[in-house]
């Protein structure tokens, strides 16, 4: 690999060796490495992320790259640039190690805060949902389609990993009857989900939390928002900060949800 490759080049290329290590570890022994809690990253997480790291760095290697394994790595120089690499190179670690083929590779390109390229990867299907400024892919087989955002379906992934220390929406949305009445709830706990939304295969996506440079979250955003989705946070403004995250096929779609997250969210702020 060389200097000559574009940013889009190189964040296939880093995906994909990043899938290669995970779909080679899936099913097989695995040794885990405690963080906190239920919480552990697996010696696919290490290593894929290493084979994502060694692919930037090859092309890149004054790009800044942070990891949800490694932390941030400086270029070359100790410089710490506008451009930033965002690796997430397991996505859904519990249910990778529990053999459940739900996971997904994250590699995203910011400068500042522009999204520059967003690559998810599914490593067991062999998708990747990719996005530039020229537009949002999904690449079978070598083949790229444009991603079509559809509300069609009527189902949203709702993220239930959340906060020990305080309530979160997640768990209340999913026993709310007007959301129940509306949508399908689905609780699929990996960031392939997001990607899904621009794919037509998912109305929406709702998470607590913050995701501004998330790891885990940037490149699935990005595809999404090239695609031409709705991304807002939990009370429809744009994404910054305060918590949460609505990612949308479509204004409607959108629209409804907040109106539905409205009173929890209002509920959630008097208790925090």
């Known amino acids: 690999m060389t200097n000559q490759l574009t940013d889009v080049e190189i964040a296939l290329v880093a995906a994909e060796?990043?899938?290669?290590?995970?779909?080679?570890?899936?099913?097989?022994?695995?040794?885990?490495?405690?963080?906190?809690?239920?919480?552990?990253?697996?010696?696919?997480?290490?290593?894929?992320?290493?084979?994502?790291?060694?692919?930037i760095a090859a092309a890149r290697p004054e790009d800044v790259r942070v990891g949800e394994e490694s932390g941030e790595v400086r270029g070359v120089g100790g410089g710490s640039g506008s451009r930033r690499w965002l690796v997430d190179p397991l996505c859904g670690t519990l249910n990778f190690a529990a053999q459940t083929p739900?996971?997904?590779?994250?590699?995203?390109?910011?400068?500042?805060?522009?999204?520059?390229?967003s690559v998810s990867a599914d490593p067991i299907t062999g998708e990747t949902f990719w996005a530039d400024k020229q537009g949002a892919f999904v690449r079978r087989d070598g083949a790229d389609e444009p991603l079509l955002?559809?509300?069609?379906?009527?189902?949203?992934?709702v993220n239930c990993d959340g906060p020990?220390?305080?309530?979160?929406?997640?768990?209340?949305?999913?026993?709310?009857?007007?959301?129940?009445?509306s949508f399908g709830p689905r609780v699929t706990s990996t960031t392939l989900a997001v990607a899904w939304v621009a794919a037509g295969r998912r109305?929406?996506?709702?998470?607590d939390g913050t995701f501004v440079d998330n790891v885990h979250f940037a490149a699935g955003i990005g595809v999404c928002r090239a695609a031409g989705c709705v991304v807002s946070d939990l009370a429809g403004d744009a994404l910054n900060t305060r918590r949460g995250l609505i990612v949308a096929a479509?204004?409607?779609?959108?629209?409804?949800?907040?109106?539905?997250?409205?009173?929890?969210l209002a509920a959630l702020d008097d208790q925090g």
Request: glycine content about 6%; proline content about 4%.
């Open 164 to 181: 020990l220390d305080r309530p979160f929406l997640g768990p209340q949305l999913l026993a709310d009857a007007a959301f129940r009445a």
């Open 102 to 117: 739900l996971v997904a590779v994250n590699v995203a390109l910011v400068d500042g805060a522009d999204a520059v390229v």
């Open 17 to 55: 060796a990043g899938a290669r290590v995970v779909r080679a570890a899936y099913g097989t022994g695995l040794t885990r490495h405690a963080k906190s809690g239920l919480d552990f990253a697996t010696d696919a997480d290490l290593d894929a992320e290493r084979a994502i790291f060694e692919a």
């Open 250 to 264: 479509d204004r409607d779609v959108h629209d409804q949800l907040v109106a539905v997250i409205g009173p929890h």
């Open 149 to 157: 955002p559809s509300s069609r379906s009527r189902l949203v992934d």
């Open 203 to 207: 109305a929406a996506y709702i998470s």
